[in-house]
């Protein structure tokens, strides 16, 4: 199934896939592009854990996110997330600004 749009805002998308992404757990990647992703850290029940994964630092509303979806009544657990500047719209090359993704699967607590 192609990527589905399952809610969008003017500050937000929510999408489902089912495409594949990196096995969990993985280490760093360094894009080459000057992004680097630390890796794989595995925060279900711990949630003090959240505030050490590097992407998260510093930002409390990341922080809160993956901590709910980390909790251990939680149905969900995360997978990655990232941070930064980016192009909003590839057809508009000055149109950069904050863009923050975290990916998330089902987990059975």
């Not at 925060?43 to 251990?72: F, M, W």
Request: charged content about 15%.
């Amino acid at each position: 199934m192609p990527t589905e749009i399952i809610a969008q805002g003017e500050s937000y998308v929510i999408s489902s896939t089912d495409d594949w992404g990196p096995g969990t757990p993985y280490g760093p990647i360094d894009h080459q592009d000057g992004h680097f992703n630390h890796g794989f850290l595995h925060v279900i029940g711990h949630p003090d854990s959240v505030a050490e994964i590097p992407e998260a630092v510093g930002k409390p509303g990341v922080i809160h996110l993956l901590t709910r979806l980390n909790a251990p009544e939680s149905h969900l657990m995360s997978l990655g997330c990232d941070n930064g500047i980016y192009q909003l719209d590839p057809e508009q090359v000055h149109q950069d600004g904050p863009r923050c993704y975290v990916g998330f699967r089902h987990h059975l607590p």
